[in-house]
């Protein structure tokens, strides 16, 4: 057969466009490197997946290739993807597939095993900054926000005086003093920032190149978010490699981070020494024609017309609302709509808003209206809220002498034990530590005859502190460990015993105000902690790979790697941040934003926008909300609409079916050709993590299944992905029963 014949046949063997063709079979030259530009829905994620498996094919071995990508959620897509065409969980497990977090954390932590690497959390922040307002001499200083002091100790980290990064901050009254006393801080408790992180990283490969000697190519997924320090990281891990980037520039949304749609040529800057080829992946595979003109519309004409390859369909619809509430009930109305077809799953839907707080709003009145719903985040959404605390306790439970920072997290909980406390014992540790090479720990001073005397005055305190740690050195005794070490159960009830003892339970139940919505979000965020636990526990007791890390041990080094899966019957929400790189069939976009933005913002707002609008397969609704003042609120409208969209009125009614606030048919008209179109276009898989159910994943599917009268948990599939019902063990009680009953007895 001629070559030419061949390679077409090869094409057609992996169902891929010529393009896509060229992509997956680029030479594998270590002087090379290759970006693809792929719009949305082009199929990037496929043909990473398929180049891999096709290097594989050529003899590259698993373990030479080193894969980047942004967030945890893209990984496991990529994860996921591999395995659906490899069918070989071992192989994929051997393919260096990381976040640049974790990627980093291995190089840093494999490399330099003084240093643990733990990063600092949201909570861990709060915790930090509540300190250091009693170290500034300052009765009235303005405190300084989480970010403001993490930019500080950044700056600071990397060669700026304390002085100098002060000088960014003119209205907050904050000492240099205090700085100091949170950097040595930061460095006693071994706990780093994610850009500190990342800067060991480089300086580790720096200085130790060879340690990616076994590296042949590095492929970077989503290079369009690559903010300064990330493309730093690129470009040292992949000299004299191969090196494959994709992404979508119309796609960068991490401005505010430092990522900028410019990339591609600070890429071309930072490769000199590479022969640079680009390859445009423009077929669209996901959207309908209809969603991809209103697409087009808002991120300007003159980029590359994308040729959508789906069938016509519906218009999308834009609905104006006169309220926020307005547009909740339609959307409640509409989804009980969708699902009564029994064709159109929640799990089809997503819901996209550019706050946090709109869909926490929201989801609370989805669940008085009995529609279940999940809310996507890029990491579990327990970790940025006070249910973290519980990762303190078993840190501590775990290695007490190393736990520094989670001590002083969850001493404060204690009551009695307020800043004044901790300050004392963070300064009483420091003088010990001054010149000690072997510097003593917080937990080996809690222990010391030195605390006990500094306590006696304060007898109330001192005792709550010592019950603490008299009660963790006895789940500790080797007896009550290996009852908890591998026991998720009894793991959780441990610590649930200890949030009720030492204080969580009253920071969560003591705010001045504790709504429903409260209660909600914590019973939540509880259920998603425990799920999480198990699916730990399955991963590490099941997959072969994992050395004999005990539960405990891969939870602490896995908590921040596998994000929340979506279930069949519940409905998605998620920021339009984090929903980047799904796809949905139906995709409601909510309006409540009435912010001006600048012309710079503008341009940001759009591309957030595009990555909205292009999640979406089959239906898509866009909605505006206008608020009281209803002259003005007009006027904002169409002002937003025309910065929103290039078009003038006339072309969005055509991009668009438009209906008015007072219009009362305002939904699809879901008719029969409609539904069957939808059942033939699904594409539930891939993305979104969901596994096929055919026989090749038959044989691979796990279920953990415990005496079903009893307790009634089933975990579900590998790799992140549950799907059963879930229910907590006989006697605990958890959620808004784990405040109100477990909490309060
Ligand atoms: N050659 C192809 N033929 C048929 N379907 C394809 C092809 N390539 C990709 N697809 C499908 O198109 C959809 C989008 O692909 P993929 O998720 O890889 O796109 P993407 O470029 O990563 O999207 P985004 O940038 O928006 O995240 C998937 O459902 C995928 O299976």
């Known amino acids: 057969m001629p070559e030419k014949e061949q390679e077409e046949d090869r094409e057609l063997e992996l169902n891929v466009t010529p393009s896509q063709y060229d992509a997956i079979t680029y030479p594998l030259d270590s002087n090379r490197l290759l970006k693809i530009i792929a719009g949305p829905g082009s199929g990037k994620t496929k043909t990473l997946v398929n180049r891999i498996v096709y290097l594989l094919n050529e003899g590259v071995k698993p373990n030479e290739f080193l894969v980047l990508s942004m967030t945890n959620r893209a990984v496991l897509a990529l994860k996921n993807q591999m395995y659906e065409l490899l069918g070989e969980e071992e192989l994929v497990s051997q393919i260096n597939i990381h976040t640049f977090h974790s990627f980093s954390s291995s190089v840093v932590s494999s490399n330099n095993v003084a240093k643990d690497c733990r990063i600092i959390e949201d909570i861990g922040w709060r915790t930090l900054i509540n300190l250091s307002s009693t170290h500034s001499s300052h009765n009235t200083f303005s405190r300084l926000s989480r970010s403001q002091i993490e930019e500080i100790v950044e700056s600071v980290n990397a060669g700026m005086t304390i002085n100098d990064a002060l000088v960014k901050h003119p209205g907050k009254k904050i000492d240099v003093e205090t700085i100091k006393n949170i950097m040595t801080w930061l460095s006693n408790s071994n706990i780093i920032t994610y850009q500190d992180l990342l800067v060991d990283c480089i300086k580790t490969v720096r200085k130790n190149p060879a340690i990616l000697n076994n590296i042949k190519t590095v492929i970077v997924d989503e290079f369009q978010d690559m903010y300064g320090k990330l493309l730093d990281v690129v470009e040292i891990v992949s000299r004299q490699k191969n090196l494959v980037i994709a992404g979508d520039p119309n796609q960068s949304i991490y401005g505010f981070l430092g990522s900028n749609p410019n990339i591609l040529d600070r890429i071309d800057k930072a490769f000199l020494d590479k022969q640079i080829d680009v390859i445009h992946l423009n077929e669209c595979f996901r959207s309908t024609p209809e969603i991809m003109r209103v697409a087009e519309a808002i991120i300007d004409a003159d980029t590359a017309r994308i040729h959508v390859v789906k069938q016509q369909s519906y218009l999308p619809i834009l609905n104006i609302f006169l309220t926020e509430e307005e547009e909740y009930q339609f959307i409640i109305d509409e989804i009980k709509k969708l699902v009564s077809t029994e064709v159109i799953k929640p799990i089809d839907i997503v819901i996209l808003s550019h706050t946090n707080k709109t ?316 539904l069957k179109n939808y059942s033939n276009n699904l594409r539930r898989q891939g993305k979104n993590f969901l596994i096929p159910n055919n026989k090749k994943f038959d044989r691979r599917m796990y279920h953990h299944k415990v005496d079903e009268n009893k307790s009634g948990y089933h975990i579900g599939r590998r790799w992140g992905f549950q799907n059963n019902a879930f229910k907590f063990p006989n006697g605990i009680k958890i959620g808004m029963r784990f405040i109100k009953l477990h909490f309060s007895r």
Not at 437 to 460: C, D, G, H, Q
Not at 477 to 482: F, G, I, L, T
Request: aromatic share 10%.
């Open 359 to 674: 869909l926490d709003k929201l989801q609370h009145l989805l669940k008085t209206n009995d529609i279940q719903s999940v809310k996507l985040s890029l990491n579990q959404p327990w970790i940025n809220s006070e249910i973290f605390h519980l990762v303190d306790y078993l840190n501590i439970i775990y290695e007490p002498e190393k736990a520094n920072h989670s001590l002083i997290c969850v001493l404060g909980l204690i009551e009695g034990v307020g800043p004044i406390t901790l300050k004392t014992l963070m300064n009483k540790i420091g003088k010990i530590n001054e010149n000690n090479s072997n510097p003593v720990s917080i937990w080996e001073y809690l222990n010391s005859e030195e605390f006990a005397s500094l306590m006696k005055t304060r007898t109330k305190v001192a005792k709550k502190i010592m019950d603490f740690t008299n009660e963790i050195m006895q789940i500790r005794s080797p007896e009550n460990y290996s009852k908890i070490e591998n026991n998720p159960d009894e793991l959780i009830k441990i610590l649930l015993d200890l949030g009720k003892k030492y204080g969580l339970k009253r920071l969560i139940t003591s705010k001045k105000i504790v709504t429903e919505q409260d209660l909600v979000k914590y019973d939540n965020y509880l259920n998603q902690f425990y799920e999480y636990l198990w699916i730990i526990y399955e991963k590490s007791f099941t997959a072969k790979n994992v050395s004999q890390a005990s539960l405990i041990e891969f939870f602490l080094k896995n908590y921040n790697d596998i994000p929340l899966a979506q279930k069949e019957n519940s409905i998605n929400l998620s920021t339009i941040h984090s929903a980047k790189g799904l796809e949905f069939p139906i995709v409601f976009i909510l309006g409540a934003d009435n912010r001006i933005y600048d012309s710079h913002e503008l341009q940001a707002h759009r591309r957030k926008l595009y990555v909205a609008v292009t999640r979406a397969s089959q239906l898509l609704y866009y909605g505006k909300v206008l608020n009281n003042d209803s002259f003005h609120s007009n006027a904002l409208l169409s002002s937003n609409m025309n910065s929103e969209f290039f078009v003038d009125k006339k072309t969005l009614g055509k991009i668009f079916k438009i209906n008015n606030y007072n219009d009362s048919n305002r939904g699809f008209n879901l008719d029969n050709i409609f």
